[in-house]
């Protein structure tokens, strides 16, 4: 089983920063891929960022520029750093991880519960 914790999410103003955590934890042989989903008001669920175990990355036109993702292999962890956050980033955030519970079986698609980021104007 595996578990998807997400932190950090808050009020934060225009231009300002914030950064989103998520742990992975239990039991599996390995992450294939991280990444950060977000649901804003009245929106479908879209992808902002994702990092393979690899280490390569991908980010949403409307966040390139801005936002970094990054892991901690060690720590099973990814991040979210968000820069000159806009009103339009106001979403729900959601971690997502495909994993591999044992060796050699698919990666299955894990998602955490979501962090709310509220971006005022």
């Known amino acids: 089983q595996v578990q998807l914790v997400e932190s950090g999410g808050g009020l934060v103003q225009a231009g300002g920063s914030l950064r989103l955590s998520c742990a992975a934890s239990?039991?599996?042989?390995?992450?294939?891929?991280m990444g950060w989903y977000r649901q804003g008001p009245g929106k479908q669920r879209e992808a902002v960022a994702t990092i393979t175990s690899g280490g390569s990355t991908n980010y949403a036109d409307s966040v390139k520029g801005r936002f970094t993702i990054s892991k901690d292999n060690a720590k099973n962890t990814v991040y979210l750093q968000m820069n000159s956050l806009k009103a339009e980033d106001t979403a729900v955030y959601y971690c997502?991880?495909?994993?591999?519970?044992?060796?050699?079986?698919?990666?299955?698609?894990?998602w955490g519960k979501g962090t709310l980021v509220t971006v005022s104007s």
């Open positions: 239990g039991s599996f042989f390995k992450i294939n891929a």
């Open positions: 997502y991880a495909s994993v591999s519970i044992k060796l050699f079986a698919a990666g299955k698609d894990y």
